[in-house]
């Protein structure tokens, strides 16, 4: 156990520098900040300054070493238009960031759990294809229209909730809304798939001729069988979330990493970008090993190699 | 005398859209007390179903018509709640696939556990104290260190006893056992049999067996009824049948058998009128010879 996870640490260390090294030279290639930074006219002292100040200066591999050795330390250095350290500006948008994966995937696995097994118990029947139908439709909406559209209807109309930025609860809403749809669209599928071939087993079979109850059925014997595929795909699309729900950021102006890396990327801020990209390195892959740790909880077969 | 199942103009026919396939057609048998009853047939002659329209485990495109009395009470036509109390406590049936048996995510202990709570209303030290006495019983060595073992942790022959513990331990008065060792390894059968017969004894139950092997048969029943095509073709004494078989399928069934062989040279194979495949088309049952004598 202890060496598995000793084991993914490790490989997904080796993930996240191979990740760095890509993001530190791609970045590299969009131009300089000081473009960016100065307005026309600034002197060729100022321009230098700012240079050497931010090792800019120095020979590309050269920059690439003392980032990797100061990384190694934890320090990702000073952000260019923040006056703060680029990894406290990368930390201090996480929290928005886990707590909207968190709250969609709880969300969207709940509902999709709930409908994918009423589907599959009724398969074929009309209750099935209207949640089918349902589910196609809320995983091939766009997000940002879904999103615009939200906000006309339930900010701007009704005034129920708030047009944009993280306050109060209520700010909420919408955005994870917005994130939850495509996952329960896709989830649903995945569960009414995975209940079927289950229900179709020897066990369920069994389990009825024992005279054993369908709820009883459905949520104790089968659910927990078709549980893997489900678990596999919910966390996919929530290292897909971590990554950034970027339409969230943008069209509710809401905090979260995804709004931190594409901030960086405009301004070309490199410290910040660097900073963020490790931390949803790091969230990634411990989100990886939590999921494969669920796994070997849900079904005793999976053992970890 | 009144007899603790009892079956009558039994019809079960699937209907799709297209066709109608009857797979068991004015079946008629009665099982009494304690009795056993071997239902012997080649695969597809509708044993299987006969044996889960007990239970009311035909599900669509499956209809069933006809009357099966389970001590007195009428099961056709009952919806799944009402089959509730029959299933399991009344009739039990160990099926033929082992290794699909048995939930894979759960501990054997606990699933013997959870059929006696929920089922029979034990506390939870009770049930388990019983599960490992049933454990025992059906012949796990060791049953208190692996009442936590899961399912693939076992041996098929071992997950088909633990399968037998499930049905035995709820104390039904009729278990349906349909080929529970078809899909065991040859060394593993004798001993699922004896299990069988054994609990029968102890437990005063009624035993339907269902097999395509007329040896087991004649091992497992004091009475047999040959299935052929959906119907009951011969039912009489088990070994009344085996020394004065009646209709010519049961006695083909016994010359292709191997048991009387010296060699495979004195096989006689199935004759071809015998020999229903899956039925290509409507009237294929139809096309087949309609058997000739029909006794029981």
Redesign the interface.
Known sequence: MLAFIRGRLLSGLLTIFGVVVLVFFLARLTGSPIDLFFPEGATQAQLESFSRAHGLDRPLLEQFWVFLSNAARGDFGMSIWQQRPALQAALSEMPATLMLTFLAMTVSVIIAVVLGTIAAAFRFRLVDRIITILTLATGSIPHFWFALVSILVFAIILRLVPTSGAGNWQSWILPVATVSLGPIGILTQVTRGAMIEVLS???V??????????T?ILYR?AL??AALPIIAVAGDIAAGMVNGAIIVSVVFAFPGIGKAIIGAVLARDFPVLQACIVVVGIAVVLLNLIIDLIYVV????VRLS | MSYLLEISDLNVTFETRFRTVPAVRNVSLAVGQGESVALVGASGSGKTVLGRSVLGLVDEPGVVRGSILFDGRQVVGRTEEELREIRGVGVAMVFQDALDGLNPVYSVGSQLSEVLTVRLGHSRAEAKERAIELMRQVGIREPESRFNNFPHQFSGGMRQRICIALAVGMRPKLLIADEPTTALDVTVQAGILRLIKTLQRETGMGLIFITHDLAVAREVSERMAVMYNGQIVEEGATEEIFSRPQHPYTRALLLAHPARAKSWRDLEPIPDEFVTDEPSSDNQTVSAPAPTASIG
């Open positions: 087993s020897g066990f079979r069994n389990a009825r001729a024992r005279g054993f109850g369908s009883r014997h927990r069988n849900v079904d005793p077969r």
